[in-house]
Nanobody, 120 residues
Framework: QVQLVESGGGLVQAGGSLRLSCAAS????????MGWYRQAPGKQRELVAA???????NYEDSVLGRFTISRDNAKNGVALQMNSLKPEDTAVYYC??????????????WGQGTQVTVSS
């Protein structure tokens, strides 16, 4: 079994910063892609940022230049530094990991979600 544990959400004023962290544990052979998704009330879950084991990244357009995703492969961890936060960034943020349990067996796992609220 694989678990993703998130931390770092909270309430911040517009223009402020928050850092989200996520650590994966369990029977992990390797992790290719890790990322952060978010879901605001009444909206679909969307990809915010993702990073591969090789360090390639991609970002949702609205967070480019404000958010930075990073990864610690040795600790199976991923972080999201969020700067210049806007009220529209308010959402529940979920950590995601595409985990290889063994050769030929891969699953997507999700964290429990952490609330980010940006006040205007």
């Amino acid at each position: 079994q694989v678990q993703l544990v998130e931390s770092g959400g909270g309430l911040v004023q517009a223009g402020g910063s928050l850092r989200l962290s996520c650590a994966a544990s369990g029977s992990i052979f390797s992790i290719n892609r890790m990322g952060w998704y978010r879901q605001a009330p009444g909206k679909q879950r969307e990809l915010v940022a993702a990073i591969t084991s090789g360090g390639s990244t991609n970002y949702e357009d609205s967070v480019l230049g404000r958010f930075t995703i990073s990864r610690d492969n040795a600790k199976n961890g991923v972080a999201l530094q969020m700067n210049s936060l806007k009220p529209e960034d308010t959402a529940v943020y979920y950590c995601n990991a595409h985990v290889r349990l063994r050769v030929g067996l891969e699953y997507d796992y999700w964290g429990q979600g952490t609330q980010v609220t940006v006040s205007s």
